[in-house]
Nanobody
């Protein structure tokens, strides 16, 4: 039902900002939770940020205070604003959505974010 598609990745200098977005098909009002995860080669994928149906959010401790997740139910989109970027934020960022707490996630294809001088 949902097919997330990410956009907005790119190369940014350390200390810079970047916003990545994800648009999904289907009704945004039926989404239970939206997530951003990232993966670096050789490491496990890690959950970066979550926004739930009630608007509550959760962040990976290393990005808290620097990243901000937001959503638009009408457009069925989720965005991740990333500030004060560090080289260790480099990775492929994936968007995923769930229809319920125990439902499997629908994943996008990922977008590359590179933080480098």
């Amino acid at each position: 039902q949902f097919q997330p598609v990410e956009s907005g990745g790119g190369v940014v200098q350390p200390g810079g900002s970047l916003t990545i977005s994800c648009a999904s098909s289907g009704s945004g009002y039926s989404v239970y939770s939206r997530h951003w995860s990232r993966q670096v080669p050789g490491r496990q994928r890690e959950l970066v940020a979550t926004i739930n149906r009630d608007g509550s959010t959760n962040y990976l401790p290393s990005v808290k205070g620097r990243f901000h997740i937001s959503r638009d139910n009408a457009k069925n989109t989720v965005s991740l604003q990333m500030d004060s970027l560090k080289p260790e934020d480099t990775g492929i960022y994936y968007c995923s959505v769930r229809e319920c707490a125990g439902c499997p996630a629908y994943w996008g294809q990922g977008t590359q974010v590179t933080v480098s001088s």
